[in-house]
């Protein structure tokens, strides 16, 4: 069974700063999403990672996938409150298109 | 554009009874899935269908029947609702390999 972890689970942290969010997935995989939750709302997708080494941006957030390491990296560029909500990342198995997500980050940017 | 509807948004059950979760696209993905969201366990799957007239279990399957009649439509049942059940309920659609999901606005169930 595919799992996925993330740390951390809950971060505060001040405007202005920099951070990262890890998520670590227990079986080969080259397909890695993140996605945003609002309280109460349905989830965004940020970031499709579909390749080794990929790297993807907007605007203060990037995130990168290591398949080699079964990682990914979500950094937080100079947080701002908008910021503030549930991060998730998922996975999809070797084969098939179901996902596995992670606990989620319950982010907080205080001003 | 109207994406994934799930209806109803709000529901209080009493223990035993039986419900549906409806959801529908209209963006004629094949990969439609459902999940249930607790506090600290993130999103775990429980049905997932990839075309009409194929489903499979996810994580969490137990109390929970699904069908695809249609590309459309992937309604959830809940056989006998009981405590365990109380949860946000999302479903979601996708196109394939490698294609984010969307997801629907999410089904609050109180199981009581």
């Known amino acids: 069974e595919l799992k996925v972890e993330q740390n951390p689970l809950f971060l505060s942290m001040q405007e202005g700063k920099n951070y990262t969010i890890y998520c670590n997935y227990s079986?080969?995989?080259?397909?890695l999403y993140w996605y945003r939750q609002d309280p109460g709302k349905s989830l965004e997708s940020l970031f499709v990672?579909?390749?080794?080494?990929a790297v993807k941006q907007e605007g203060r957030l990037m995130a990168s996938l290591d398949t080699k390491a079964r990682l990914s990296t979500l950094h937080i560029t100079a947080a701002v409150h908008d910021l503030s909500a549930t991060y998730f990342c998922?996975?999809?198995?070797?084969?098939?298109?179901?996902?596995?997500f992670g606990t989620g980050t319950s982010l907080t940017v205080i001003p | 554009n109207a994406g994934v509807t799930q209806t109803p948004k709000f529901q209080v059950l009493k223990t035993g009874q039986s419900m549906t979760l409806q959801c529908a696209q209209d963006?004629?993905?094949?990969?439609m899935s459902w999940y249930r969201q607790d506090p600290g366990m993130g999103l775990r799957l429980i049905h997932y269908?990839?075309?009409?007239?194929?489903?499979d279990q996810g994580e969490v399957p137990n109390g929970y029947n699904v069908s695809r009649s249609t590309t459309e439509d992937f309604p959830l049942r809940l056989l006998s609702a009981a405590p365990s059940q109380t949860s946000v309920y999302f479903c979601?659609?996708?196109?394939?390999?490698?294609?984010?999901?969307?997801f629907g606005q999410g089904t609050r169930l109180t199981v009581v």
């Open positions: 269908s990839v075309g009409a007239g194929i489903t």
């Open positions: 998922a996975v999809n198995p070797l084969t098939g298109n179901q996902f596995y």
């Open positions: 979601a659609s996708s196109t394939g390999t490698g294609s984010r999901a969307f």
């Open positions: 079986t080969t995989s080259d397909r």
């Open positions: 963006m004629n993905h094949e990969y």
């Open positions: 990672l579909l390749s080794n080494g």
